[in-house]
């Protein structure tokens, strides 16, 4: 989260919400009360961190999307700089921002989020792992971390489809879908204009 909070303030000022500090000033205070409620694993069932955590979430989901709007509006239109190096550089930092959002959003609502998948309150997985279908090959104590579900965005984002892992429930799939479309617009929007501005 702080790494996406990062690149938030770094992109260009056309491609966030407001001044450039906004979400990650907002991000960050979130994130602290988040730490600091439950600092070492986050496996507390309250309705109030639960609340706060999926601000954080459509707080990040809402710049994301931002971006993607503005750089793909500006791209259609024409208002985008002529400077291919900060064209690539602008799509790398809002394709970047798609697939670690998604990875967050993924962590937090396979089987009700962490605290949740701590206390197995769902017995169905919405994303079935390898681990899961072959239980031989991984400990019997086996259960996805936050880098599982950012293999999965990035697998995702990049092969426009999923790999390993499945998406079984409904959400999952439709969410994967929408990854899997932004990603493919803004990547090739981006390489498209790039190359005629390098013509």
């Not at 509006?73 to 900060?86: E, H, K, P, R, Y």
């Not at 880098?147 to 990049?158: E, V």
Request: aromatic share 14%.
């Amino acid at each position: 989260m702080v790494g996406l909070l990062g690149l938030q303030y770094f992109l260009p000022d056309w491609l966030t919400p407001g001044p450039r500090w906004v979400v990650p000033a907002l991000g960050v205070a979130l994130l602290l009360v988040l730490v600091i409620a439950s600092p070492y694993r986050l496996d507390r069932e309250e309705i109030l961190f639960r609340r706060l955590a999926m601000c954080l979430m459509g707080l990040l989901g809402f710049a994301m999307t931002w971006a993607v709007w503005h750089l793909v509006n500006g791209l259609i239109d024409g208002t985008v700089s002529n400077n291919a190096g900060g064209l690539l550089g602008s799509g790398a930092g809002v394709w970047m921002s798609n697939f670690l959002v998604f990875a967050l959003w993924y962590w937090e609502f396979d089987r009700g989020g962490p605290a949740a998948r701590a206390h197995a309150r769902k017995p169905y997985p919405d994303f079935l792992f390898v681990q899961m279908q072959n239980p031989d090959l991984a400990a019997p104590e086996w259960e996805p971390q936050f880098l599982d579900y950012l293999y999965l965005s990035f697998t995702n984002a990049t092969a426009f489809s999923p790999t390993d892992v499945m998406p079984m429930s409904r959400w999952a799939k439709i969410t994967m879908m929408m990854q899997s479309g932004i990603s493919l617009i803004t990547v090739s929007l981006v390489i498209a204009r790039a190359v005629n501005v390098l013509k």
